[in-house]
């Protein structure tokens, strides 16, 4: 059975998307259309570039996250200039690094630009600031110059995965010398169901949300007695607004909730010690979801 699946982002926290990955193949239900935020657009581009399950688990075991932060050289000098180089360069890393790798992971499987992939398989979203919305790739990228067809998918996940402070932001530039400053898609839309929803009754295929949290966030007051509170409010509040208002509760049928929230989108060290917990944890959710809505029952593999 062929479906639509959009991931949402989350960090290292995707790693979770393996297990619900094993249970699809289970299932055998096959990924017409792809797309994601952030580490979703990471799973979905090589999703579509044709990984398995078993597959992206053994990159993830077999990549030091430590080789994906590539700090610039100033801030490589000592921890006050690491600190510092924000300020200037907007982003504690680079970002080039991360780039680098997946643009190798996609090679292996002879994808390289959107050229390579069905049109309309795969769309990824990022955040630009310097206009203030939100970027739908490759859709909008003749809008600021850019042939989609030309266009290294590397580099537009790269873009969605472009964490505010932690990379620095992706520059794209346009004439005259001016850029246009790229930034992680879950700044402005961090799961985008709607990419496919409003196109469910046309196409009528089954679509499948993957979100990294027990169910969808209920508009709860936040406390905001100081700066610090207001801020994270702030973030949060353009994290989730759009989202929200498309993503009802009657949608959350369409949505597999892996309850992996527990953990910092940065995280490494306790991804990498929870990492079979994770896996199970996707793989548990995904079968109980399309058990009850596509009635394809199988058991989970242990591992």
Same mark, same amino acid.
Request: glycine share 6%; proline share 5%; aromatic share 8%.
């Given at each position: 059975?062929?479906?639509?699946?959009?991931?949402?982002g989350?960090?290292?926290?995707?790693?979770?998307?393996i297990?619900?990955?094993?249970?699809?193949?289970?299932?055998?239900?096959?990924?017409?259309?792809?797309?994601?935020?952030?580490? $979703?657009?990471?799973?979905?581009?090589?999703v579509?570039?044709?990984?398995?399950?078993?597959?992206?688990?053994?990159i993830v075991?077999?990549?030091?996250?430590?080789?994906?932060?590539?700090?610039?050289?100033?801030?490589?000098?000592?921890?006050?200039t690491?600190?510092?180089? +924000?300020?200037?360069?907007l982003?504690?890393?680079?970002?080039?690094a991360?780039?680098?790798?997946?643009?190798?992971l996609?090679?292996?499987?002879?994808?390289?630009?959107?050229?390579?992939?069905?049109?309309?398989?795969?769309?990824?979203v990022?955040?630009?600031?310097?206009?203030?919305?939100?970027? +739908?790739?490759?859709?909008?990228?003749?809008?600021?110059?850019?042939?989609?067809?030309?266009?290294?998918?590397? &580099?537009?996940?790269?873009m969605?995965?472009?964490?505010?402070?932690?990379?620095?932001?992706?520059?794209?530039?346009?004439?005259?010398?001016?850029? +246009?400053? +790229?930034?992680d898609g879950?700044?402005?839309?961090?799961?985008?169901?709607?990419?496919?929803?409003?196109?469910?009754?046309?196409?009528?295929?089954?679509?499948? $949300?993957?979100?990294l949290?027990?169910?969808?966030?209920?508009?709860?007051?936040?406390?905001?007695?100081?700066?610090?509170?207001?801020? &994270?409010?702030?973030?949060?509040?353009?994290?989730?607004?759009?989202?929200?208002?498309?993503?009802?509760?009657?949608?959350a049928?369409?949505i597999?909730?892996?309850?992996?929230?527990?953990l &910092?989108?940065?995280?490494?060290?306790?991804?990498?010690?929870?990492?079979?917990?994770?896996?199970?944890l $996707?793989?548990?959710?995904?079968?109980?979801?399309?058990?009850r809505?596509?009635?394809?029952?199988?058991?989970?593999? &242990?591992?």
């Amino acid at each position: 059975m062929n479906v639509d699946a959009v991931f949402a982002g989350g960090g290292v926290k995707a790693v979770a998307f393996i297990g619900a990955l094993r249970a699809m193949e289970q299932k055998n239900l096959s990924m017409n259309r792809v797309a994601g935020t952030s580490a $979703g657009a990471l799973t979905a581009a090589l999703v579509k570039a044709g990984y398995t399950s078993d597959e992206l688990l053994e990159i993830v075991k077999n990549t030091d996250p430590n080789a994906l932060l590539d700090a610039p050289f100033p801030a490589r000098l000592c921890r006050l200039t690491h600190w510092l180089s +924000v300020y200037w360069r907007l982003g504690l890393y680079k970002g080039e690094a991360l780039e680098e790798w997946i643009e190798e992971l996609l090679a292996k499987k002879m994808v390289r630009t959107f050229r390579d992939l069905p049109e309309g398989s795969l769309r990824i979203v990022a955040s630009d600031l310097s206009a203030g919305r939100f970027m +739908v790739l490759p859709d909008d990228l003749k809008e600021y110059g850019y042939n989609p067809d030309t266009f290294p998918i590397a &580099k537009a996940v790269r873009m969605s995965c472009a964490l505010p402070y932690f990379f620095e932001p992706v520059k794209l530039k346009q004439g005259r010398g001016r850029c +246009v400053y +790229v930034v992680d898609g879950g700044v402005l839309s961090n799961f985008p169901l709607w990419l496919f929803k409003n196109e469910q009754e046309k196409l009528r295929r089954p679509l499948i $949300g993957f979100q990294l949290k027990p169910e969808i966030d209920a508009a709860a007051r936040r406390p905001i007695e100081n700066a610090v509170e207001m801020y &994270k409010s702030l973030f949060e509040t353009m994290r989730k607004a759009h989202d929200l208002r498309y993503i009802k509760q009657t949608d959350a049928e369409h949505i597999v909730f892996i309850p992996a929230d527990q953990l &910092k989108a940065t995280d490494f060290q306790a991804v990498a010690e929870d990492l079979p917990a994770l896996i199970e944890l $996707g793989e548990k959710a995904a079968e109980d979801h399309i058990t009850r809505r596509l009635g394809r029952s199988s058991p989970i593999r &242990k591992h």
